[in-house]
């Protein structure tokens, strides 16, 4: 059992060796020129970059919960309530209990616009959200689109 794992553990080490090797074959089997080297570079770091800024953002929530989980012990919202409130008045009730009411949570989590600007976050809710989603937000408006079936074909292969 423990030649098994440190076996794996050789060949999880060894990856990389063998992914550049394989790299190199295939750009020699391909006969890639200088500036399609270039673009297979690009796409390479692009992928990877991809799925790091993706854990990245799950690490980002997963510790966002954790600070999200302790603050409502402190400041009693759960923390559905707290996730409707803006960094800075988060920091406010933790100091000074001075923040969003239950009430404007609740209609926040109804309907809420969020602007940010230099001084901070402002919410419009209610009626004021409703008046700049119709005065300040386009909506194109969809043409009726007939179904297209795509059989074995991802939607986004990326």
Same mark, same amino acid.
């Given at each position: ?6 076996a794996?553990?050789q060949?999880?080490?060894d990856?990389p060796k063998h992914?550049?090797? +394989?790299?190199?074959?295939?750009i =020699? $089997?391909? !006969?890639l020129d200088k500036s399609?080297k270039?673009l ?5 770091n ?9 854990d ?5 929530y997963f ?5 999200l989980?302790?603050?409502s012990?402190r400041?009693?919202l759960s923390?559905?309530e707290?996730?409707f409130c803006?960094p ?5 009730l933790l100091?000074? +209990?001075?923040?969003p009411?239950r =009430? $404007?949570? !609740?209609?926040?989590q109804?309907?809420c616009v969020?602007?940010?600007?230099n001084?901070?976050?402002a919410?419009?809710?209610?009626e004021k ?5 119709k ?6 408006k969809i043409k009726k689109i007939?179904?297209v079936?795509?059989?074995r074909?991802?939607i986004?292969?990326?």
């Amino acid at each position: 059992m423990k030649e098994k794992i440190q076996a794996k553990i050789q060949e999880i080490k060894d990856d990389p060796k063998h992914l550049k090797q +394989k790299q190199t074959q295939y750009i =020699k $089997e391909l !006969k890639l020129d200088k500036s399609e080297k270039h673009l297979f570079t690009a796409a390479q770091n692009y992928s990877y970059n991809k799925a790091f800024r993706y854990d990245m953002l799950l690490y980002a929530y997963f510790a966002l919960d954790k600070i999200l989980r302790q603050a409502s012990k402190r400041i009693e919202l759960s923390v559905q309530e707290m996730r409707f409130c803006s960094p800075e008045e988060i920091s406010n009730l933790l100091l000074s +209990k001075k923040g969003p009411s239950r =009430k $404007e949570i !609740k209609e926040r989590q109804n309907l809420c616009v969020v602007i940010i600007r230099n001084k901070g976050a402002a919410h419009l809710i209610g009626e004021k959200a409703k008046q700049f989603i119709k005065t300040k937000i386009q909506i194109p408006k969809i043409k009726k689109i007939l179904p297209v079936f795509m059989v074995r074909q991802p939607i986004w292969v990326g």
